[in-house]
């Protein structure tokens, strides 16, 4: 848990690697997952490093391997996935791979081209059988004398002109008479075909106009949807067949045809030679069917059998790709034999490290051991913070914020408590915490499976991971719900009221609003676990009483919390032994907080335990001052007003003197927190330079160097210094004015406890009075059915409004009060994350260990 509270230390360390063994080495920091490598070649082009090559080898397995797996998906083939995780193959695996994945892709590259091309065979026999069929209805109808225009031979004709000209033509025009009485040049000619239904309109009307009317049309739809073998869509198309007269017309017939890629297809004229075609049509599909599912079944058999090891394979691959990616990260000494590399370390693991190393070594059956040093480093090293499947979701919502920075406080571990009770006061409900929580639950116990169906939801994903935080704000929100006494905007009366009203039955009919008296309502012993039951049903003053409880609270809950911040600060100062802030700054901090609204707080605690409701002065409720008025007439030092006859104008001996003295204290504060920390250092900077300044006629390193004494860098050292000075002053003025007027908004900020948690019961009792209540108030069988529909529609009201809306509006407003008005107080958030080499983050990223190139 120590590295819970603070970032884990690290070392940076130098790697010595043989080259026979730094794959193997690697390979086992991979699967450790706890070094973060340092790239030592920035300026070398990614193309231009040692192990391009591999990676390219793996870029195009890769290839391969998507591409299986998109023809496995594709026939809804399922993938085995065992969950284990396979170690990195060999180096000389890598061949092997690439020839079992070679063969798999020509192999079914073959199969689905051979299996395309039977499709389209069979899609024109397919075509033809309709042609064959259709036409033979059309011959058919001509020789019966049917000599009828459909309206498909009419409806393309632009103009009533045209209309009444290809009318008039008629089918004499086109040859429809003895071939006796015609000239060889001019017998009746015909193509048939078949083209897409959407295309058939435009292509009678190109057919129309282009031929002046000279052509005869007939069509008629194929009411079975063809495949298409390109792609496998189902699409519909008609049988055409145009008749026409003349070379000419045939040439400009299928120059149409073409354009609107119409398929034509050979059709005898004699009625013989049409049924011996169609029948060696029918011989022939039946043969393709048959080869057709031959290819299927044996396209299926080699999907199925990559469909085993895809998984595997596609982690095995990574891993390769992940390795010669951190190999390329590495320097070649000059006997190109060794491989220097550095890294961050955690310096707890510093031997489990070494052992992998071992580990790595041996495998590679090299004899010479790596080599791992630490190294001095004045960087800033990387953020760790060791986190589990429960700490984890809370660690997010801190390192959204901003990664800590190195060995900085961390405020994961308090957030698992303070963040689930401040949503929890703002969402006090028995009933609405217990849906949450319950729901939460049924995530941590169905984790593992719901973890196994990965999921590009990203809604679903946020909520999975948050499963831990779900159930926690649910719980403490039932604990709320207790306290307030609220499940649906009702209570619970457990132990009874203490309350008892002396309002008789007809008084409480004929009143709507009644309200309770504690001068003669009261028992006078307070309810045993949170607020009595009574106040549920009270009048108006119920929410008065709620707004004055909630409120104090608040305000209660909120300086508390700061003060815990400034605190917090301190531990910071202490462990990077920064005296100087820890005198003039936190100690101003938490004297301006105590003195001011740790001193409204202990005001609430006085009024509540000396005022009660009674008539007995001075201490009854008419003498009780306003906390308020009270803090704004410290601040002002205004006089009081005169208090009430026979009351008390202060509510405890010496409180105008004391009031004055936290005033002025806490005004005393300011300047401190303004100017001691930038003078201080500005009168270390000067004393540091007079212990350095040479002796009078003696020469300095840098004058003998030819180097001015202004600066290391040639200018004046002087006024580099002032700049620097006036950043410190700046910045010390921009602190201070924020955290004087932050104490103020910031308590102010924490009054959203009171009125989120005042706007989601008043939105329970709305639910309950204008909705549930009308099925509740039916009576008999019908009543039944109403009060079931009424129930259903109040409960996803319910769930849909005040548990997720609702409860998503709490959780912003509680992150908002950790954020800014907690962690401002000590959380810089200025680091890095710790990212160390680990094939887990890789393989479930999928792409990770390419982002970087």
């Known amino acids: 848990m120590g590295s819970l509270f603070r970032s884990e230390e690290m070392a940076l360390c130098q790697l010595f690697l043989q080259s026979e063994a730094a794959y193997a080495c690697v390979s086992e920091l991979g699967e450790l997952g706890l070094v973060q490598f340092r790239?030592?070649?920035?300026?070398?082009?990614?193309?231009?490093?040692?192990?391009?090559?591999?990676?390219?080898?793996?870029?195009?397995?890769?290839?391969?391997?998507?591409?299986?797996?998109?023809?496995?998906?594709?026939?809804?083939?399922?993938?085995?996935?065992?969950?284990?995780?396979?170690?990195?193959?060999?180096?000389?695996?890598?061949?092997?791979?690439?020839?079992?994945?070679?063969?798999?892709?020509?192999?079914?590259?073959?199969?689905?081209?051979?299996?395309?091309?039977?499709?389209?065979?069979?899609?024109?026999?397919?075509?033809?059988?309709?042609?064959?069929?259709?036409?033979?209805?059309?011959?058919d109808e001509q020789e019966g004398g049917v000599n009828q225009t459909t309206e498909s031979m009419t409806r393309a004709l632009i103009t009533d002109e045209a209309r009444t000209a290809g009318a008039s033509m008629g089918p004499v025009q086109l040859g429809f008479m003895e071939k006796s009485n015609e000239r060889e040049d001019y017998l009746p000619c015909f193509v048939a075909g078949v083209i897409?239904?959407?295309?058939?309109?435009?292509?009678?009307?190109?057919?129309?106009?282009?031929?002046?009317?000279?052509?005869?049309l007939r069509q008629a739809m194929i009411e079975t949807p063809l495949e298409d073998p390109t792609n496998g869509d189902q699409v519909h198309k008609s049988v055409f067949i145009i008749f026409f007269q003349g070379d000419q017309l045939k040439t400009r017939v299928k120059k149409i045809c073409e354009g609107f890629r119409a398929t034509l297809y050979p059709c005898p004229e004699a009625p013989a030679d049409r049924r011996e075609m169609a029948m060696g049509v029918m011989t022939r599909i039946e043969d393709l069917n048959t080869v057709l599912g031959q290819t299927q079944d044996h396209r299926?058999?080699?999907?199925?059998?990559?469909?085993?090891?895809?998984?595997?394979?596609f982690v095995k691959v990574r891993k390769i790709k992940a390795i010669y990616h951190t190999l390329n990260l590495f320097n070649l000494?000059?006997?190109?034999?060794?491989?220097?590399a550095e890294c961050w370390v955690p310096l707890l693991d510093f031997e489990i490290i070494q052992l992998a190393l071992r580990r790595g070594t041996e495998r590679s059956g090299s004899s010479v051991p790596p080599i791992l040093n630490r190294m001095q480093t004045f960087e800033n090293p990387p953020t760790y913070n060791r986190t589990n499947k429960f700490t984890k979701a809370f660690q997010a919502l801190i390192d959204a914020y901003g990664v800590a920075s190195y060995r900085e406080m961390n405020p994961a571990p308090y957030t698992i408590i303070t963040f689930p009770f401040l949503f929890a006061v703002m969402f006090g409900d028995l009933g609405h915490g217990a849906i949450m929580a319950l729901f939460g639950l049924w995530m941590i116990r169905k984790e593992k499976g719901l973890a196994a169906q990965k999921t590009d939801n990203e809604i679903w994903n946020i909520f999975f991971g948050g499963r831990y935080i779900i159930f926690l704000m649910g719980v403490f929100s039932m604990y709320t719900g207790l306290i307030y006494n609220d499940i649906f905007s009702k209570s619970l009366n457990i132990f009874g009221s203490h309350w008892q009203m002396s309002y008789n039955k007809s008084t409480v009919m004929e009143n709507k609003y009644l309200q309770l008296s504690p001068k003669e309502d009261y028992e006078g012993s307070p309810y045993p676990f949170g607020m009595d039951p009574i106040w549920q049903v009270a009048g108006s003053n119920k929410i008065i009483f709620h707004n004055a409880y909630k409120m104090k609270i608040s305000i209660i809950f909120g300086v508390t919390h700061m003060i815990f911040g400034v605190v917090m600060s301190w531990h910071n100062h202490t462990y990077f032994r920064n005296r100087i802030s820890m005198i003039y700054e936190f100690i101003p901090q938490l004297a301006f907080l105590l003195l001011l609204f740790f001193y409204m707080v202990l005001l609430m605690f006085i009024k509540w335990i000396k005022f009660a409701a009674t008539n007995e002065k001075p201490y009854s409720e008419a003498c009780a001052p306003s906390i308020l008025i009270t803090f704004i007439d410290m601040v002002l030092f205004n006089t009081p007003k005169p208090a009430p006859e026979g009351c008390e104008l202060y509510m405890f001996w010496g409180q105008h003197f004391?009031?004055?003295?936290?005033?002025?204290?806490?005004?005393?504060?300011?300047?401190?927190?303004?100017?001691?920390?930038?003078?201080?250092?500005?009168?270390?900077?000067?004393?540091?330079?007079?212990?350095?300044?040479?002796?009078?006629?003696?020469?300095?390193?840098?004058?003998?160097?030819g180097v001015s004494n202004g600066g290391p860098n040639g200018g004046g050292g002087p006024h580099e210094e002032e700049e620097e000075m006036s950043e410190i002053f700046i910045h010390q003025s921009i602190h201070t004015i924020e955290y004087v007027l932050g104490s103020v908004s910031h308590t102010a900020s924490y009054l959203r406890l009171w009125a989120l948690s005042l706007a989601h019961a008043q939105l329970a009792e709305v639910l309950w009075t204008m909705v549930l209540s009308i099925g509740l108030k039916q009576e008999g069988w019908f009543g039944g059915v109403i009060l079931t529909c009424v129930f259903a529609f109040w409960a996803i009201l319910t769930v849909g409004i005040l548990v997720l809306m609702e409860g998503l509006s709490a959780f912003l407003h509680t992150l908002r009060l950790h954020w800014v008005e907690f962690q401002s107080k000590f959380y810089k958030g200025q680091g890095y994350a710790f990212q160390p080499f680990s094939f887990d983050a890789i393989i479930e990223n999928g792409s990770a260990a390419t982002e970087a190139e």
């Open 39 to 139: 790239d030592l070649n920035p300026d070398v082009n990614a193309f231009q490093r040692k192990f391009v090559n591999e990676v390219r080898r793996c870029d195009e397995m890769e290839r391969k391997l998507r591409y299986l797996e998109k023809e496995i998906n594709k026939d809804g083939i399922p993938m085995l996935d065992t969950g284990e995780s396979p170690e990195a193959p060999q180096p000389r695996e890598m061949i092997d791979l690439e020839a079992t994945f070679e063969k798999l892709e020509n192999e079914l590259r073959e199969v689905n081209q051979n299996a395309e091309a039977l499709k389209r065979n069979f899609l024109e026999l397919t075509e033809l059988k309709h042609i064959l069929r259709k036409t033979q209805v059309f011959f």
């Open 196 to 216: 897409l239904r959407e295309r058939l309109p435009a292509f009678e009307r190109m057919l129309w106009r282009a031929c002046r009317g000279n052509v005869f």
């Open 300 to 313: 299926h058999r080699v999907l199925v059998a990559a469909a085993k090891n895809l998984k595997n394979w």
């Open 333 to 340: 000494d000059v006997t190109q034999k060794c491989l220097i």
């Open 658 to 705: 004391v009031q004055v003295l936290f005033v002025v204290l806490a005004v005393g504060c300011i300047p401190i927190m303004l100017l001691a920390k930038p003078m201080l250092i500005m009168q270390a900077r000067k004393l540091a330079n007079e212990e350095v300044q040479p002796i009078a006629g003696a020469s300095s390193d840098a004058e003998v160097g």
